[in-house]
């Protein structure tokens, strides 16, 4: 039962990409709606989940809020090193004679890589997913059913957001796509690992608070200044504002 339902969040994810890359013509919105998806993946369902499975306090702080705060020190630290490292090979050498240095400079400000390894990411949680999918059906039919409607509705922003932190890097439409796919397929693969593994509780707490530091950094130093940069539009805030309450309804619809 847990995979067939992992299959409905397959199909969700692909949707949530093919969304992601059918708007590109109002991009603005398409990293707006993605910053809110974060955000309010990040703030409303994966930090909660983290302090109550991984809440011990390690010298007066909570483990979970601890690995968030890491997770976001990591991902500013990843950035700035491919970054760093992009510019010392030349990325910005690609311009044509006469032409000023905001041309070339835009093209290498973002590394391919720091999307891929985002992407990567994502990929890793839509596993632990299906993971938790497995499990929960494993517990009881109710248990389930609630976890399947959190996993099947928010694989729709996963799927978004993997194809937007995919392309929005640099990176080929095909590899944008592959991604996606990959995301899509984790929960199937994680469903179907959950009749043979069980992951400790607090382990998966702990992936859970570096994971959404991780996320919150992308959504906060990349993806929401990049919608506000050229169009500093109130559509843009609001499509934010809708994506954050999309994730309170599912979390609400779930259960919490």
């Not at 990591?74 to 044509?96: M, N, S």
């Amino acid at each position: 039962m847990a995979v067939l339902v992992a299959l409905g969040a397959f199909l969700m994810t692909l949707f949530g990409g093919w969304v992601a890359q059918r708007v590109t013509d109002r991009r603005h919105l398409v990293l707006g709606l993605a910053g809110g998806l974060m955000l309010g993946v990040v703030g409303l369902d994966l930090l909660p989940e983290a302090l109550e499975a991984a809440g011990e306090e390690v010298f007066g702080v909570p483990q979970a809020l601890l690995l968030f705060v890491g997770g976001f020190l990591f991902a500013h630290v990843v950035e700035r090193l491919l970054a760093t490292r992009r510019a010392a090979h030349g990325a910005d050498t690609g311009k044509k004679p006469g032409e000023g240095p905001g041309h070339g400079a835009k093209a290498g400000e973002r590394s391919p890589q720091v999307g891929l390894v985002a992407a990567g990411a994502m990929v890793l949680h839509s596993l632990m997913d299906g993971i938790a999918l497995g499990a929960a059906f494993q517990v009881g039919g109710g248990m389930g059913a609630t976890v399947a409607l959190a996993v099947v509705t928010h694989d729709f922003a996963d799927g978004f957001n993997t194809y937007t932190l995919t392309s929005v890097y640099g990176n080929e439409r095909r590899k944008a796509l592959a991604m996606l796919f990959a995301d899509a397929l984790a929960p199937v693969a994680g469903a179907a690992l959950a009749t043979f593994l069980t992951l400790p509780e607090e382990l998966l707490g702990s992936y859970l608070g570096f994971f959404g530091g991780a996320l919150l950094y992308l959504a906060a130093a990349e993806i929401l200044p990049e919608a506000h940069h050229e169009h500093p539009a109130r559509t843009t805030l609001l499509c934010t504002v809708a994506g954050v309450g999309f994730i309170w309804l599912v979390v609400g619809l779930s259960g919490g």
